[in-house]
């Protein structure tokens, strides 16, 4: 155990100082625990136990490190403090001891390599502090395996069940076959937990690197169907010739390609790399990044398909018609479900609707300046999303190696679509998103050139001006007068 690294911690040093001044006995368990030990990143997640009320250490700690403390669950007498660092912050919870002493209190979580722990005083006062391991999570780690406390751990809070899914994902550890069982004879129970904790666990499961992973395992166990019932007849969907996988296959790959990209950003993209990754990173809701956020609609980009499906009467040819309306219609329903914001229902909302619009360019002959122009018109800064989408969706349709450096030949139409995927990228970054120039014409001189009233026209005129301004079919003031009073131009 690395306690040098603990002692350093100014969250640790404050608590044992407070914890000194109320001369209360604390234990530092679960998280920060397991990943000193897993040596991955942490001190963004603290959590304390202590005998008794807590509320007061909470409300110490909040004061002397400017944060805010609040009650976090009133049943278990839980607290936490928010702490701001710059953009980041860092979460501390304090909770009640559960049973008569830290064995006790540690038993009742929710996985063993979530079940240690170590006295502060000891962290502070002695060279090598005890690890309090009752379950074996230490073993555990070492074998890389995940394993539940007890059936009952799961049954009191459902959650546990999903959250197994995403330890599994981002701490690469198997998920033992007697915990397995446990959560398939007990996934019904999943429904009992608020949407409003399904949603954060379930982003927090995207927001990492294995989301492909995350979404398998959900689905293995049987918990994906119980939280999206809409995902029913999926696994055996045939979408024709143009795919080499099952609807539900397909919703994997798109996922497990969506994250490829994005760990590839500057290797495709060095010119963007950086802008790229920046812009995924945004926050779109609390807790909620625009990547994870990307990655859901990645999944469920095709629900409209099953409604949709029928033969083309010339052939024995799938047919879609429309799926990309119905899929939004049933996306919207299930962001509200879950207590989206407004913010990322319209985003999941425009995406599922205009995610077939890259497939429609790539059949052109060429991509023109007001064809891209109107793109992003559309869909705004969305449209970087939506171009990430179809290549996602494209290299999830077939059976291709996505590893780097990229070596394998793609086939013509799904190079086609990569190709007009970075011709949109060049377009947004080098052309749409530049600050424009001063139009040629504004609102008056159109009301003095054509005789017009103030009102709704001169704003449409002003418009269809500016497109045609910024995709090159008006270059002077002049020609921009000639522009607006050709009807068939304007």
Same mark, same amino acid.
């Given at each position: 155990?690395?306690?040098?690294?603990?002692?350093?911690?100014?969250?640790?040093?404050?608590?044992?100082?407070?914890?000194?001044?109320?001369?209360?006995?604390?234990?530092?368990?679960?998280?920060?625990?397991?990943?000193?030990?897993?040596?991955?990143?942490?001190?963004?997640?603290?959590?304390?136990?202590?005998?008794?009320?807590?509320?007061?250490?909470?409300?110490?700690?909040?004061?002397?490190?400017?944060?805010?403390?609040?009650?976090?669950?009133?049943?278990?007498?839980?607290?936490?403090?928010?702490?701001?660092?710059?953009?980041?912050?860092?979460?501390?919870?304090?909770?009640?001891?559960?049973?008569?002493?830290?064995?006790?209190?540690?038993?009742?979580?929710?996985?063993?390599?979530?079940?240690?722990?170590?006295?502060?005083?000891?962290?502070?006062?002695?060279?090598?502090?005890?690890?309090?391991?009752?379950?074996?999570?230490?073993?555990?780690?070492?074998?890389?395996?995940?394993?539940?406390?007890?059936?009952?751990?799961?049954?009191?809070?459902?959650?546990?069940?999903?959250?197994?899914?995403?330890?599994?994902?981002?701490?690469?550890?198997?998920?033992?076959?007697?915990?397995?069982?446990?959560?398939?004879?007990?996934?019904?129970?999943?429904?009992?937990?608020?949407?409003?904790?399904?949603?954060?666990?379930?982003?927090?499961?995207?927001?990492?690197?294995?989301?492909?992973?995350?979404?398998?395992?959900?689905?293995?166990?049987?918990?994906?169907?119980?939280?999206?019932?809409?995902?029913?007849?999926?696994?055996?969907?045939?979408?024709?010739?143009?795919?080499?996988?099952?609807?539900?296959?397909?919703?994997?790959?798109?996922?497990?390609?969506?994250?490829?990209?994005?760990?590839?950003?500057?290797?495709?993209?060095?010119?963007?790399?950086?802008?790229?990754?920046?812009?995924?990173?945004?926050?779109?809701?609390?807790?909620?990044?625009?990547?994870?956020?990307?990655?859901?609609?990645?999944?469920?980009?095709?629900?409209?398909?099953? %409604?949709? +499906?029928?033969?083309?009467?010339?052939? &024995?040819? /799938?047919?879609? #018609?429309?799926? !990309?309306?119905?899929?939004? *219609?049933?996306?919207?329903?299930?962001?509200?479900?879950?207590?989206?914001?407004?913010?990322?229902?319209?985003?999941?909302?425009?995406?599922?609707?205009?995610?077939?619009?890259?497939?429609?360019?790539?059949?052109?002959?060429?991509?023109?300046?007001?064809?891209?122009?109107?793109?992003?018109?559309?869909?705004?800064?969305?449209?970087?999303?939506?171009?990430?989408?179809?290549?996602?969706?494209?290299? %999830?349709? +077939?059976?291709?190696?996505?590893?780097? &450096?990229? /070596?394998?030949? #793609?086939?013509? !139409?799904?190079?086609?679509? *990569?190709?007009?995927?970075?011709?949109?990228?060049?377009?947004?970054?080098?052309?749409?998103?530049?600050?424009?120039?001063?139009?040629?014409?504004?609102?008056?001189?159109?009301?003095?050139?054509?005789?017009?009233?103030?009102?709704?026209?001169?704003?449409?005129?002003?418009?269809?001006?500016?497109?045609?301004?910024?995709?090159?079919?008006?270059?002077?003031?002049?020609?921009?007068?000639?522009?607006?009073?050709?009807?068939?131009?304007?």
């Amino acid at each position: 155990m690395k306690e040098r690294l603990l002692r350093e911690s100014k969250i640790l040093q404050a608590v044992h100082r407070l914890s000194q001044k109320r001369e209360k006995e604390v234990y530092l368990v679960g998280g920060t625990i397991r990943d000193l030990l897993l040596e991955r990143p942490w001190g963004r997640d603290f959590d304390f136990v202590t005998s008794g009320e807590v509320s007061n250490l909470a409300k110490d700690l909040a004061t002397e490190a400017g944060g805010q403390a609040f009650s976090l669950n009133d049943s278990f007498g839980t607290w936490r403090v928010v702490l701001k660092r710059g953009k980041s912050k860092i979460d501390v919870d304090f909770s009640p001891m559960q049973g008569i002493n830290i064995l006790e209190d540690l038993q009742q979580r929710d996985f063993t390599v979530n079940s240690m722990g170590m006295n502060l005083e000891e962290i502070f006062h002695q060279e090598t502090p005890s690890l309090i391991d009752p379950l074996g999570g230490l073993s555990d780690l070492r074998k890389k395996v995940l394993r539940a406390n007890s059936e009952d751990s799961l049954v009191q809070d459902p959650l546990r069940m999903l959250r197994a899914f995403r330890f599994s994902a981002t701490l690469r550890l198997k998920i033992k076959e007697e915990t397995l069982e446990m959560i398939q004879r007990n996934k019904k129970h999943i429904l009992r937990s608020a949407w409003e904790r399904i949603r954060s666990e379930f982003f927090t499961g995207l927001s990492g690197t294995q989301a492909g992973r995350f979404f398998r395992g959900l689905h293995q166990s049987g918990l994906l169907e119980e939280i999206f019932p809409e995902i029913k007849g999926w696994e055996g969907l045939d979408q024709g010739n143009h795919h080499d996988f099952s609807l539900l296959e397909h919703s994997f790959r798109t996922v497990e390609a969506g994250e490829f990209i994005f760990r590839h950003f500057r290797n495709f993209y060095p010119s963007y790399g950086e802008f790229l990754e920046q812009y995924f990173s945004e926050i779109v809701e609390e807790a909620i990044s625009r990547k994870a956020l990307f990655k859901f609609v990645a999944f469920f980009h095709d629900s409209g398909k099953p %409604g949709t +499906r029928s033969l083309n009467p010339e052939g &024995p040819i /799938v047919r879609f #018609l429309d799926h !990309d309306q119905q899929g939004q *219609k049933i996306n919207i329903i299930v962001a509200q479900r879950m207590k989206l914001s407004r913010k990322s229902v319209r985003i999941i909302s425009e995406l599922t609707r205009q995610h077939m619009r890259i497939l429609s360019l790539s059949k052109t002959e060429e991509v023109t300046p007001r064809a891209m122009y109107r793109f992003f018109r559309d869909l705004g800064k969305v449209g970087i999303d939506a171009v990430f989408l179809a290549l996602a969706d494209s290299l %999830g349709s +077939r059976k291709i190696l996505l590893g780097w &450096p990229w /070596v394998q030949e #793609l086939p013509g !139409d799904l190079k086609r679509v *990569k190709d007009v995927a970075e011709e949109l990228l060049r377009y947004y970054y080098e052309e749409f998103s530049v600050k424009p120039a001063r139009p040629f014409l504004d609102g008056r001189e159109i009301m003095e050139a054509l005789g017009l009233p103030q009102g709704e026209k001169v704003g449409t005129l002003l418009a269809r001006l500016r497109e045609a301004e910024i995709t090159g079919m008006v270059r002077t003031k002049e020609e921009a007068l000639e522009f607006l009073k050709n009807p068939k131009k304007s």
